[in-house]
């Protein structure tokens, strides 16, 4: 089948993933956008393989994906807003943020089963979440509505560079999780399975529930390969025009169209954050190929990333090849680097 494929090393990622779920009691897979490159059905039914009792989603437009391949319950990290449903499920865990929305959960009625919600402090992410005192506020309201209280969420910024401990930072907002009674469970983001094994000696009444995605699902690079169909071959010469803006051959050579567009999510780029001197430089580079006509593609052939002959199209990409580059034939594979978490895939191929 022609496409781009998502080729896995199956014994490899499954010892993976079992590593992943023995460091880290209490793990929370989550399944979100575009799963990771795998889809949020794949991953919630390679949760209910690992044996963990609650998954976590996005948004709740996610939710029926997983909880019709998943069977224990699931959690749904942004925090619940008006204009979203309150699913009538047992299994459903709502995260709310703010004190109207624990009143406007609270009031739903004509529930067989009263929500369970899980209420978030606000962290130096600072995206959502409860001040110390709006966090007791909450908890008594949601006492007093009715609602089952299912713990308090921690969504933590990323280590920089790798670096840095949250200790500090989640020590202080234990305390406040105390004062408002939520200290049995504790779902929480970004911590390293050190932090964990500190934590929880620090905090032996509190039950930790690391939530995790990139590291479980895409851990392990080396267990995973993205392939691209080649689709068509055209040699070219020099001078003569292609593709949808009659561009001219810059030399003698080759057109390869290989599968993979923007549908797929080849070419798009997005904000990196980097602020290092080699990310700049880099940047710059690219602002100069740009400049040039000239982008690097994602696509390697011959043990080279070539460039785009033009901008991707929606399913296909025109590559161009000099004269003395190795040519493809159709229907060869060509390795393609993406981003697995913007990149959607014809189909996945586990080994």
Do not use: C
Request: charged fraction near 25%; aromatic fraction near 6%.
């Amino acid at each position: 089948m022609a496409g781009v494929t998502l080729h896995v090393d199956g014994d490899r990622w499954r010892a993976h993933l079992r590593g992943v779920l023995e460091r880290r009691p209490g793990l929370v897979p989550v399944a979100k956008g575009n799963g990771y490159g795998f889809g949020n059905g794949r991953l919630a039914r390679r949760a209910q393989w690992l044996g963990v009792d609650t998954m976590a989603v996005g948004t709740y437009s996610e939710l029926e994906d997983v909880a019709q391949r998943f069977e224990g319950d699931v959690l749904v990290l942004s925090p619940w807003r008006p204009g979203n449903d309150v699913p009538d499920d047992p299994r459903v865990i709502h995260t709310v943020s703010r004190v109207d929305d624990v009143l406007a959960v609270a009031g739903v009625r004509d529930l067989r089963h009263r929500p369970r919600v899980v209420l978030e402090r606000m962290t130096s992410m600072r995206r959502h979440g409860f001040s110390a005192s709006g966090l007791r506020e909450a908890a008594g309201l949601a006492h007093a509505g009715g609602l089952v209280l299912a713990g308090a969420a921690l969504h933590l910024p990323l280590h920089p560079s790798g670096t840095g401990s949250h200790l500090t930072e989640v020590d202080r907002l234990m305390t406040d999780v105390v004062a408002a009674g939520l200290d049995g469970t504790v779902w929480v983001s970004h911590l390293t399975v050190e932090e964990l094994a500190t934590l929880h000696s620090r905090w032996p009444d509190a039950t930790f529930r690391p939530r995790v995605g990139t590291e479980l699902w895409l851990g392990d690079r080396e267990a995973l390969t993205v392939r691209a169909s080649v689709l068509d071959v055209h040699p070219v010469e020099r001078g003569e025009s292609f593709g949808y803006r009659g561009r001219s051959a810059p030399r003698s050579g080759h057109l390869v169209v290989v599968a993979g567009g923007t549908a797929h999510g080849v070419g798009l780029a997005a904000p990196t954050g980097e602020g290092s001197l080699r990310a700049r430089a880099a940047s710059l580079a690219r602002g100069g190929l740009d400049a040039a006509g000239l982008v690097r593609s994602p696509y390697t052939i011959g043990g080279k990333q070539r460039l785009f002959a033009e901008p991707p199209h929606m399913q296909a990409s025109m590559l161009f090849l000099p004269a003395d580059a190795p040519v493809p034939g159709v229907g060869d594979e060509v390795d393609v680097r993406v981003r697995f978490t913007t990149t959607h895939v014809d189909r996945v191929v586990i080994d």
